[in-house]
């Protein structure tokens, strides 16, 4: 038999919501799936790491390349001026010099040309270069991305265990529900003259306030009929026995058939006495055992203690 402790009133009361939780938690989670996508995502970032170093290698050798060709140029633009100046110089002598004019101005002309070749060549480097700076920040975009996603997987992977258990803890708490569905349910309320009731799986509630306990109204009916009215009066149970072997079918019988607002059931107990031992002919043996003879008060802890030895009989 289950017992339940302090605060199962709400516990009780929690059962639909839990059922909910339950259908949300069915989704299981496949340890050897997630592996293969780790690996395979670790596999991913490894090769974008790889892309990334080559494509940055790439420009680190581009940027040389340009940073060399802009040293030629200077030098071709310095021996052109020397050139030039030269071939200044002889225009102004005789006609002996005209052939050393003509080589001169071919060489400048050549190296002109070369001039423009590698400046086109740096044009294209550097664009080249733009390009694969691109490359290179959409590689460290996917990377992060890349590497976000296997960090959430990897912490995915560590709470599976965890999810697991969780998810068992669950089904054995939806077993336990659909057990206790099929119990009568008896409410403690541990005050100074403390209070009882009984729930049927069917919904009968039967629960009584007599005159002079602390659960009393003297301006309204004092025959409970639900939970939610008892929690108003008393806050929430301190505790709750699960009682299986009761048959609910005779209670409710009994129950129904019974004028609850008589006076013979709402100055004490025994309306609630009558119910159990409609339930159980055992409840007579328990209830002999506990209540007193000359009870000073109107005080129900004897129900309490005959349920507490039924639940364990």
């Known amino acids: 038999m289950y017992r339940l402790g302090t605060g199962a009133a709400t516990e009780n009361r929690q059962n639909g919501i839990l059922r909910n939780q339950l259908s949300e938690f069915e989704t299981s989670f496949d340890a050897s799936i997630l592996n293969v996508e780790i690996t395979r995502e670790k596999e991913q970032i490894s090769e974008l790491n790889q892309q990334l170093d080559e494509t940055k290698q790439t420009i680190t ?4 390349t340009v940073a060399e060709n802009e040293k030629k140029i200077e030098v071709l633009k310095c021996e052109v001026r020397q050139l030039s100046e030269e071939k200044d110089q002889l225009s102004g002598y005789s006609e ?6 003509e080589e001169l101005q071919k060489k400048v002309t050549d ?11 740096n044009r294209t480097l550097i664009k080249y270069i733009e390009d694969q700076n691109g490359a290179v920040a959409e590689l460290t975009k ?52 403390c209070h009882v009731s009984l729930q049927t799986p069917t919904g009968t509630y039967i629960s009584i306030h007599p005159p002079g306990t602390k659960g009393f109204h003297p301006n309204q009916l004092n025959v409970v009929h639900s939970l939610e009215e008892d ?25 129904i058939t019974t004028d609850v607002r008589n006076l013979r059931w709402t100055e004490d107990y025994s309306m609630l006495e009558t119910a159990l031992r409609k ?3 055992k409840f007579d043996e328990h209830l002999a055992k506990h209540k007193p003879s000359n009870p000073r008060t109107k005080s129900p802890l004897y129900i309490y203690a005959a349920a507490w030895d039924h639940s364990h009989s």
């Open 96 to 101: 002996t010099n005209k052939t050393r004019i």
């Open 61 to 64: 050798k581009l940027n040389e």
């Open 111 to 121: 190296k002109n040309e070369k001039i423009k070749e590698i400046e086109k060549e």
């Open 279 to 281: 339930g159980s002919k």
């Open 231 to 255: 929690i108003k009066r008393l806050g929430d149970p301190a505790e709750i026995i699960p009682l299986g072997s009761l048959n609910f079918d005779e209670i409710d019988k009994w129950h």
């Open 142 to 193: 996917q990377l992060e991305y890349m590497t976000k996603l296997a960090q959430l997987r990897w912490e995915l992977q560590n709470k599976t265990e965890e999810i697991g258990i969780l998810q068992n803890q669950l089904s054995e708490y939806a077993t336990r529900i659909k057990q206790l569905e099929k119990y009568c349910l008896l409410y403690y309320w541990l005050h100074s003259d």
